[in-house]
């Protein structure tokens, strides 16, 4: 399999999908939060593309796109540029922004996250 990571056109097409399907709500926040897509490193997946997508900021999180699992995760970040947790959720971008809505009304994350495979020796 020939892995190429997401060109920022594709995800632009992703990303207005996905902006089709949000309701007022969820698009109001959208476009409050959203930034031009920009490429920020991610040291233990992320380097084989050149880092993941991030397509919004709120406070000291961010909504990013995963090409290798092909969905958006929301992260926290400690320092512009560099995603300080990895997600492999396969999440439409419009559970992502509900996501952060849900994090802002009720203070709680209401996704459950899906983290990288662990290596470990099967018995």
Known sequence: MNWE??????????IRSAEGRMSPRVL???????????KWVEPT????????WVVAIIGNRVIWFNDIEV????????AAGQLAEYF????????????VLAIIETGKDSIARC?????REWQ
């Not at 990571?5 to 992703?14: K, N, R, V």
């Not at 109001?28 to 897509?37: N, S, T, W, Y």
């Not at 992320?46 to 993941?52: A, I, L, Y």
């Not at 492999?88 to 419009?94: F, G, M, V």
């Open 5 to 14: 990571p997401i060109s920022e056109a594709c995800l632009c097409d992703e």
């Open 28 to 38: 109001r926040l959208r476009e409050a939060i959203k930034i031009p897509p920009e």
């Open 45 to 52: 997946y992320g380097t084989v593309g050149g880092g993941f």
């Open 71 to 78: 969905g958006f995760n929301c992260s926290l970040y400690v």
């Open 88 to 99: 492999c959720n396969q999440d439409q971008l419009e559970i992502a922004v509900q996501n």
């Open 115 to 119: 983290s990288a495979p662990v290596p």
